[in-house]
């Protein structure tokens, strides 16, 4: 297999450290950030705060898919919940809108953990969204339909 398409050599342009405030969507809030800040291509190595409730997917077996799962519908989690841990990607669609690719752990009051892909407008801040993203200065990650997997996948160039 050769790999070399899969990958790019990048260092990062810059760190830009934020808080997304009580209220607004983690997605919602990331892609407000990024439009400000002017960020195309990056990475989330962090965030850390409190959710009023989380919304996700996860992967479930289906024999009939490409790669035998697909992903469920959305998972509502109601909060008040901790935001233990979300790390993710920043590019851009094929279409040129800016996405936001992220996966998370919360606990909910019971101390039990949920993770998954967040799903955009259901993941509100309760308290703070602290985060950290880190601007890439050379390798761009555009979204686009993957026939291998038959899901719409970051593609490195």
Same mark, same amino acid.
């Given at each position: 297999m050769d790999l070399k398409e899969h990958f790019k050599e990048s260092g990062i342009k810059r760190v830009v450290a934020g808080r997304i405030p009580r209220?607004?969507?983690l997605i919602t809030?990331?892609?407000e950030i990024c439009r400000e800040q002017d960020i195309?291509?990056?990475y989330i190595p962090m965030c850390i705060g409190s959710l009023i409730t989380a919304r996700i997917i996860y992967a479930i077996p289906d024999e009939k898919a490409p790669i035998d799962f697909v992903y469920c519908s959305p998972v509502d989690i109601e909060g008040p919940l901790e935001l233990l841990y979300v790390q993710g990607l920043i590019g851009l669609e094929d279409t040129g809108e800016q996405s936001v690719h992220l996966h998370m752990l919360v606990s909910d009051k019971d101390m039990r953990v949920f993770g998954g892909h967040?799903?955009?407008?259901g993941n509100i801040v309760a308290a *703070? /969204?602290?985060i950290i993203i880190h601007e890439l200065d050379e390798a761009e990650f555009i979204r686009q339909y993957d026939e291998? *997997? /038959?899901f719409r996948l970051f593609k490195i160039r």
């Amino acid at each position: 297999m050769d790999l070399k398409e899969h990958f790019k050599e990048s260092g990062i342009k810059r760190v830009v450290a934020g808080r997304i405030p009580r209220g607004v969507d983690l997605i919602t809030g990331i892609k407000e950030i990024c439009r400000e800040q002017d960020i195309k291509h990056g990475y989330i190595p962090m965030c850390i705060g409190s959710l009023i409730t989380a919304r996700i997917i996860y992967a479930i077996p289906d024999e009939k898919a490409p790669i035998d799962f697909v992903y469920c519908s959305p998972v509502d989690i109601e909060g008040p919940l901790e935001l233990l841990y979300v790390q993710g990607l920043i590019g851009l669609e094929d279409t040129g809108e800016q996405s936001v690719h992220l996966h998370m752990l919360v606990s909910d009051k019971d101390m039990r953990v949920f993770g998954g892909h967040t799903v955009e407008g259901g993941n509100i801040v309760a308290a *703070t /969204g602290e985060i950290i993203i880190h601007e890439l200065d050379e390798a761009e990650f555009i979204r686009q339909y993957d026939e291998q *997997t /038959g899901f719409r996948l970051f593609k490195i160039r």
